[in-house]
């Protein structure tokens, strides 16, 4: 016995059947969301001359991996070169502090080198 499926495309505006090459399905984007919705040729042409208005004054992105200015990502650890941080380890070592070789250093025991230099 054969199986036969059969996929039905419908638009997602008025739920119209759409026929083998009929219809369109647009992606776009709005706020940082990607959406994407099936359309009949006269809805997709519906859409396109609603949106037609704001495209033509519109920047185009460069990329999607665009990042605002506010969302950039903010540097972590010390911000201190990896010389400095040899320094605060062997300084903390002679001075009771305990630290490891290597990771991160504790706060507490940068601020009391920072203390300590003046």
Known sequence: MAKRTIEVITSDLSGDELEPGQGE???????????????TDAEADEFRSTFDRYVKVASRASSRGTQSSSSARKPSGSGRSSEELAHIRAWAKDNGHEVSERGRIK?????????AQG
């Open 107 to 115: 706060a507490e025991v940068i601020e009391a080198f920072d203390k």
């Open 25 to 39: 399905t647009i992606i776009f984007s709005v706020g940082g969301a990607d959406y994407s919705i099936d359309l």
